[in-house]
């Protein structure tokens, strides 16, 4: 079943004002910014708990068989901090060129990122490759990167995003496909769980 948005599995929508301040601070797009304004959030727990999801899905199987796991979307101002997009932001290693949208159960987060050809895009990251590293220098070293500090953010992640690192999934060309199209649930055997179906032609 395709999810549809907006739903109330998010957080309380923020204010025109306060979104404007984050996205210049930290520089993502505007489509984000349209999520955060109107659903901020979105969590597959709250999805599972309701007593009714009936007019927040369209039935339906995906058509693609290859898919992400998606356990939480970040809200702006969360209560809980594990879920809040600017706690998460502060302590994401990779925040120079991603910013932290989501993540999956094993702790793979989701990212929209914020440099370069692919700036916008909707991605996940394979945490196993950072989870380790103390800092950005160690990180950089283990995926024999550390020439790029000397280039710009652009190329840094360009550098970042090739296929060859194996550091980033792209599920989405931007924020409302990734809505609109690509996030799933499903319910078998009393398991209940969400998904990511990549956008056709990303």
Request: glycine residues 6%; aromatic residues 10%; charged residues 15%.
């Amino acid at each position: 079943m395709q999810v549809l948005f907006p739903n109330p599995f998010g957080s309380t929508p923020a204010s025109v004002q306060e979104i404007q301040a984050l996205q210049a601070h930290i520089g993502f797009s505007d489509a984000y910014a349209d999520f955060l304004r109107t659903q901020n959030g979105f969590s597959v727990m709250a999805m599972e708990e309701a007593q009714d999801v009936a007019p927040y899905v369209r039935p339906g199987e995906a058509q693609n068989d290859t898919h992400a796991n998606l356990r939480v979307l970040n809200s702006f101002a969360a209560q809980d901090p594990y879920y809040d997009l600017e706690s998460l932001q502060a302590e994401n290693l990779l925040a120079d060129w991603f910013l932290e949208i989501g993540s999956d159960p094993a702790g793979n987060p989701f990212v929209e990122v914020l440099h370069g050809q692919h700036q916008g895009k909707i991605a996940s990251l394979d945490h196993d490759l950072f989870a380790a590293a103390q800092d950005l220098p160690e990180f950089l070293a283990d995926m024999e990167l550390s020439h790029i500090t000397v280039l710009s953010l652009s190329e840094q992640a360009d550098a970042l995003c090739d296929a060859s690192q194996g550091l980033v999934w792209f599920h989405a060309k931007g924020m409302r496909s990734f809505v609109t199209q690509c996030i799933h649930c499903s319910q078998t055997d009393g398991d209940f769980w969400g998904f990511v179906v990549d956008e056709p032609g990303i």
